[in-house]
């Protein structure tokens, strides 16, 4: 089957505009998760969402960074007023469930000129 | 909450040697330690995991070890190969049944020079 996918693969915006990723996680995965992994770096916890309410928004950075999920399905990371130090690698994560293997997907590449 | 420490940061081994990476957790409630391989330019994907209530799990050339009363678990990748170069992230569950599911290691780059 299908597994997690994201789009865009890349975005390049410039400092300022607003960026809104997409992340379409596998059939029936009711937990989704959201990472940032700059160049070289670990895994930034951003926010997790279960089902359509998001329990655990601790990881957002600012007030810039929104997520939202509709459906319990398809999510949208958004990002205002892009900086600089957004640029980095967008992963999207689902899984059954807590306690079960995440499946991650290929990610984001945002680049903030 | 769970803090989770991982060493070393990067290692360098001969293909065919044996590679060790460390973990320590500090949730003694925690109970499902997976670990994630990134290949450059790719996605974390699971290559093995460990739950609380066994000691040690094997799959074929890696394996997973875990001490909960030192609470630190470790991988084991026997007879490198080239292919296993890559960078590693353990993560330990988060107790309860609210809030996000891991905390991940910051990552150990394993080089396997041939």
């Known amino acids: 089957g299908a597994g997690v996918s994201q789009s865009p693969s890349n975005k390049v915006t410039e400092k300022g505009k607003d960026v809104e990723l997409r992340c379409d996680p596998i059939?029936?995965?009711?937990?989704l998760y959201w990472y940032r992994q700059s160049l070289g770096q670990g895994l930034e916890f951003l926010i997790y969402?279960?089902?359509?309410?998001?329990?655990?928004k601790s990881g957002l950075p600012s007030d810039r960074f929104s997520a939202e999920r509709t459906g319990g399905s398809v999510s949208t990371l958004t990002i205002q007023r892009t900086q600089q130090e957004d640029s980095a690698v967008y992963l999207c994560?689902?899984?059954?469930?807590?306690?079960?293997?995440?499946?991650f997907g290929p990610g984001t590449r945002l680049t903030v000129l | 909450g769970e803090n989770v420490e991982q060493h070393p940061s990067t290692l360098s081994v001969q293909e065919g040697d044996s590679a060790v990476i460390k973990c320590t957790y500090s949730d003694s409630a925690s109970n499902y330690f997976p670990w994630y391989k990134q290949e450059l330019g790719k996605r974390p994907q699971l290559i093995i995991d460990i739950r609380s209530n066994v000691g040690e799990k094997k799959d074929q050339r890696i394996a997973v070890t875990l001490n909960k009363t030192a609470k630190h678990f470790s991988l084991h990748i026997t007879e490198t190969q080239p292919e296993d170069s890559a960078v590693y992230f353990c993560a330990a569950s988060i107790a309860g049944n609210y809030g996000q599911n891991f905390v991940f290691g910051p990552g150990t780059r394993l080089s396997v020079l041939p």
């Open positions: 059939s029936g995965h009711t937990a």
């Open positions: 969402f279960q089902g359509n309410s998001a329990p655990d």
């Open positions: 994560a689902s899984s059954l469930g807590r306690g079960y293997e995440q499946f």
